[in-house]
């Protein structure tokens, strides 16, 4: 049982990450806004595991972020 358990856990961590860089990489593809949106919904599960001392929500980062990223003068 904690073998499958384990097996369960790496394989959704590969998940995770498969689709996290997959948002990623639609940041640089697909129009600026579709792409933040999948961002934001990607960056939502960690929200669950820490939400302790981490008060900004998964929306407000990928804002955050997008503000640094695309400065515009």
């Given at each position: 049982m904690a073998v499958s358990l384990r097996a ?30 999948g961002y934001g919904l990607l960056m939502k ?29």
């Open positions: 369960k856990g790496v394989v959704n961590d590969v998940v995770l990450n498969v689709s996290l860089t997959r948002g990623l990489v639609s940041l640089t593809k697909r129009t600026e806004r579709e792409a933040f949106a599960p960690a929200k669950g595991r820490k939400s302790h001392g981490n008060r900004t929500s998964s929306r407000e980062r990928a804002r955050a972020f997008y503000r640094k990223t695309t400065s515009t003068v």
